[in-house]
């Protein structure tokens, strides 16, 4: 069982940072793949970015490449997403999601909004 917390939404203007952080439960947090996904109002929830379990490869949704990075810490069961240059179009909820051979959580959603 794996409890996912997100923090760090908020509200920022056009190319403005924002840097949200997940932590997670339980003691195999680095066997996960971990990864960010967002919803937008009216849309579908789409895959933003995530990282392998090591942190060795990671993969971006073409929208955010280049101005988001995703990365890991083991050690402190905490995943993190560093946006940059945020724009309207990226306003949404922001969810954790950790994903493995013992199954799938999410976290409950941060919400992101930019302003023009």
């Known amino acids: 069982q794996v409890q996912l917390v997100e923090s760090g939404g908020g509200l920022v203007q056009a190319g403005g940072s924002l840097r949200l952080s997940c932590a997670a439960s339980?003691?195999?947090?680095?066997?996960?793949?971990m990864g960010w996904f967002r919803q937008a109002p009216g849309k579908e929830r789409e895959l933003v970015a995530f990282?392998?379990?090591?942190?060795?490869?990671?993969y971006y949704a073409d929208s955010v490449k280049g101005r988001f990075t995703i990365s890991r810490d083991n050690a402190k069961n905490t995943v993190y997403l560093q946006m940059n240059s945020l724009e309207p179009e990226d306003t949404a909820v922001y969810y954790c999601?950790?994903?493995?051979?013992?199954?799938?959580?999410w976290g409950q959603g941060t919400q992101v909004t930019v302003s023009s």
């Open positions: 339980g003691r195999t947090f680095s066997s996960y793949r």
């Open positions: 999601h950790a994903g493995g051979v013992a199954g799938e959580y």
């Open positions: 990282i392998t379990w090591s942190g060795s490869r990671t």
